[in-house]
């Protein structure tokens, strides 16, 4: 089965007559993209070069693997949580082709931030990939959109090298990498206190459709916890390489953030689910 030709990552870009099928809630958020393109900020809405990112991505990666990358929509999202927090620094878990890091950076600069290395020697954004290949992409796309002086990537097991970063604080801290270490990355950023007081943690893909059929079920579930039978194709009948044993471990973190008295979530709805988190005691 293929993905609908309504799905792409470029939502404000994409042909009307492309969305003559799409249902009401993909015809909703595509509108809802293109009113939230403001004209009059100090930075684009849109940075200028993620377009050809998307295209570039795609072109090598194929389609399913280039929704990976935040779509314009979501990048224009948490450019606003940006704005909100007054954020001055970013540590993000996966880099990919560098979408989001990008969004990230342009906000950053709307805030007043300067690039380039502080008095420790850090850049305002950490990007933490386990590819080489990715992060050398990235790094090219950083450069492309003239925010390669904001950006660090830093390459290796993520777990290590978040941890490595304690004592920093961070106003964001945005986890999209490999879903069974969310929990992980999580408690890292928790436990060693380097999310600053008013941070936000942003969790992406926590309701892919091979986690929602386990609504209702207590976690954390085992491998003998059978998820709802549902009439709709999930990832994994598309091609995008997702398991039941991936939703199992989202949904155990989803419960898992839920149940903890440190903190609250709220998860939203949109695209493949994102999770905004803030600490208690922060």
């Known amino acids: 089965m293929s993905l609908p030709s309504y799905y792409t990552s470029s939502e404000t870009t994409i042909p009307v007559d492309q969305l003559k099928d799409a249902s009401p809630e993909h015809l909703r958020l595509y509108y809802a993209a293109q009113v939230s393109v403001n004209p009059n900020l100090s930075t684009p809405s ?15 990666e194929g389609k ?7 779509s314009e929509y979501q990048g224009m999202l948490q450019n606003f949580f940006v704005g909100l927090l007054n954020a001055k620094r970013i540590v993000e878990v996966g880099t990919f ?36 290949k990715f992060a050398d ?35 964001i ?6 879903k069974p270490s969310y929990e992980a990355y999580y ?18 893909n926590t309701a892919f459709d091979c986690v929602t059929p386990f609504i209702g079920t207590q976690g954390p579930i085992g491998d003998d916890v059978a998820p709802l039978k549902v009439s709709f194709p999930t990832e994994m009948a598309i091609g995008l390489g997702l398991s039941e044993a991936i939703g199992r471990a989202l949904h155990n973190f989803n419960e898992y953030v ?25």
């Not at 990008?102 to 990939?129: M, Q, W």
């Open 46 to 60: 849109i940075p200028a070069s993620i377009p050809k990112l998307y295209t570039d991505t795609q072109a090598t």
């Open 64 to 70: 399913h693997m280039a929704l990976m990358a935040v």
């Open 97 to 132: 082709t560098g979408a989001s890091a990008i969004f990230f950076a342009n906000a950053l600069k709307r805030n007043g931030v300067a690039g380039g290395p502080d008095a420790n020697g850090n850049k305002p954004i950490i990007s933490l990939d386990i590819s080489e």
């Open 137 to 171: 992409i990235a790094r090219k796309n950083f450069v492309a959109a003239g925010v390669d002086d904001y950006i660090d990537v830093i390459v290796g097991d993520a777990r290590e090298n978040l941890a490595s970063l304690a004592g920093q604080t961070f106003d």
């Open 173 to 178: 801290a945005f986890i999209d990498a490999d």
């Open 187 to 204: 408690n890292t950023v928790v436990e060693n206190k380097m999310l600053a007081k008013g941070g936000l943690i942003i969790a992406d």
């Open 258 to 282: 839920r149940k903890d008295p440190r903190s609250e979530v709220l998860m939203l709805p949109l695209f493949t689910g994102i999770s905004l988190i803030r600490l208690l005691d922060a």
